[in-house]
């Protein structure tokens, strides 16, 4: 059984930080990317960003691009997100996403991702 849990959102003001964690387990994630993505209400879910368990590739949207950081802890199974210079817009559920066997290289398509998190709520203040 794959589980994700994301943890380390909450309410911060706009121009602060926050780090989201994903724990992974239940499998092997080495050959795969894991992926961050949002959605506001109303809005459809995004890509945010997305980092290969090897080799250590990332890419970001470019609203992340210069403000967000994906990193990874292979020993942990555990991807995080490091969000500084928040916005407003940056409020959202955050989830994390992994892919299966059938992934096909789209990393920023939620629809190549299997397995998701819980989510874990972000809440940018003025």
């Known amino acids: 059984q794959v589980q994700l849990v994301e943890s380390g959102g909450g309410l911060v003001q706009a121009g602060g930080s926050l780090r989201l964690s994903c724990a992974a387990s239940?499998?092997?994630?080495?050959?795969?990317?894991m992926g961050w993505f949002r959605q506001a209400p109303g809005k459809e879910r995004e890509f945010v960003a997305a980092i290969k368990w090897s080799g250590a590739s990332t890419f970001y949207a470019d609203s992340a691009k210069g403000r967000f950081t994906i990193s990874r802890d292979n020993a942990k199974n555990t991807v995080y997100l490091q969000m500084d210079s928040l916005k407003l817009e940056d409020t959202a559920v955050y989830y994390c996403?992994?892919?299966?066997?059938?992934?096909?290289?789209?990393?920023?398509?939620?629809?190549?991702?299997?397995?998701w998190g819980q989510g874990t709520q972000v809440t940018v203040s003025s």
């Open positions: 996403a992994a892919p299966d066997t059938d992934y096909s290289g789209s990393y920023y398509l939620p629809g190549e991702y299997t397995y």
């Open positions: 239940g499998r092997t994630f080495s050959r795969y990317v």
